[in-house]
T-cell receptor, first 112, second 111 residues
Framework: DADVTQTPRNRITKTGKRIMLECSQTKGHDRMYWYRQDPGLGLRLIYYSFDVKDINKGEISDGYSVSRQAQAKFSLSLESAIPNQTALYFC???????????FGPGTRLTVL | QQQVKQSPQSLIVQKGGISIINCAYENTAFDYFPWYQQFPGKGPALLIAIRPDVSEKKEGRFTISFNKSAKQFSLHIMDSQPGDSATYFCAASGSFNKFYFGSGTKLNVKP
């Protein structure tokens, strides 16, 4: 089984809809991150969490919210989706040593 | 403002050639510089990383060169193979544990 899983893998939705992307990990890491990937822009940090009670905004948090339900689960919500939120979304985890981040397989989100 | 600038955006190299990808940063608080490799349909995976106390790190065919005074670092792929075709991201991190990624380089190694 994969260490970092994301659901759904693909989602098409309409403008104004609320969407939740879920991330689960079995690596036992405290640190979890949400990124979005756009062509030519690379990976940009949306939110990050260093433990269940610690959640921080990243570079591009506007229009997004998160919930850290447990050490192993970190969800990203789009309260009212808009077309420019169409992107590939990645969840990642990291250990205390911060030497690396482990990425999930990604969720491709299309907002029509 | 992009914290890490990466070039080129795309790169075509013949099999057996050397692939070179460059990155530059401004924040002198960064002290960890990883490179990630991403294949289509997959998440990025750590390839190799360097800290600024050394100027070069080599792992197999992959080498990071680091120039602290110029605030630049680069990835060299020696004897490039078609299996190396992927998107490569440089990144930088400081003690605050946030990672800033470059815009990515799509490498195509032709047989």
């Amino acid at each position: 089984d994969a260490d970092v899983t994301q659901t759904p893998r693909n989602r098409i939705t309409k403008t104004g809809k609320r969407i939740m992307l879920e991330c689960s990990q079995t690596k036992g890491h405290d640190r979890m991150y949400w990124y979005r990937q756009d062509p030519g822009l690379g990976l940009r940090l949306i939110y990050y969490s260093f433990d269940v009670k610690d959640i921080n905004k990243g570079e591009i948090s506007d229009g997004y919210s998160v919930s850290r339900q447990a050490q192993a689960k970190f969800s990203l919500s789009l309260e009212s989706a808009i077309p420019n939120q169409t992107a590939l979304y990645f969840c990642a985890t990291g250990g205390q040593s911060r030497d690396t981040q482990y990425f999930g397989p990604g969720t491709r989100l299309t907002v029509l | 403002q992009q914290q890490v600038k990466q070039s080129p955006q795309s790169l075509i190299v013949q099999k057996g050639g050397i692939s070179i990808i460059n990155c530059a940063y401004e924040n002198t608080a960064f002290d960890y510089f990883p490179w990630y490799q991403q294949f289509p349909g997959k998440g990025p995976a750590l390839l190799i990383a360097i800290r600024p106390d050394v100027s070069e790190k080599k792992e197999g065919r992959f080498t990071i060169s680091f120039n602290k005074s110029a605030k630049q670092f680069s990835l060299h792929i020696m004897d490039s193979q078609p299996g190396d075709s992927a998107t490569y991201f440089c990144a930088a991190s400081g003690s605050f544990n946030k990672f800033y990624f470059g815009s990515g380089t799509k490498l195509n190694v032709k047989p």
